[in-house]
């Protein structure tokens, strides 16, 4: 069983920037594809970046492309998500996800997920 625990959300103003953490427990971190999804009310949980457990392999949303970046440090077992130029659609809350595939290509769905975070509240005031 793996645990996530999301860290780093809050307010900022629109242009502002916010570097969201996800630390995992367990010692097979590094085999795990990890992704970020950010869920907005009355919308559906949506992929923002993906990372595969090789990193060699990345994914962005149009939405975000240009302005975040996924990270991963395997010896913190913690994923990153910095997100920079934020806007007020930004406003979510933002989950880690953990799957185990030991594919080396990111995962875009969440069904594809297996762990998730409690996810973190993220707000860009205009």
């Known amino acids: 069983q793996v645990q996530l625990v999301e860290s780093g959300g809050g307010l900022v103003q629109a242009g502002g920037s916010l570097r969201l953490s996800c630390v995992a427990s367990?010692?097979?971190?590094?085999?795990?594809?990890m992704g970020w999804f950010r869920q907005a009310p009355g919308k559906e949980r949506e992929v923002v970046a993906a990372?595969?457990?090789?990193?060699?392999?990345?994914y962005y949303g149009e939405s975000v492309k240009g302005r975040f970046t996924i990270s991963r440090d395997n010896a913190k077992n913690t994923v990153y998500l910095q997100m920079n130029s934020l806007k007020p659609e930004d406003t979510a809350v933002y989950y880690c996800?953990?799957?185990?595939?030991?594919?080396?290509?990111?995962?875009?769905?969440?069904?594809?997920?297996?762990?998730w975070g409690q996810g973190t509240q993220v707000t860009v005031s205009s």
């Open positions: 367990g010692r097979t971190f590094s085999s795990y594809g």
């Open positions: 996800a953990a799957e185990r595939s030991g594919s080396t290509r990111y995962k875009l769905q969440p069904t594809s997920y297996d762990y």
């Open positions: 990372i595969s457990w090789s990193t060699r392999s990345t």
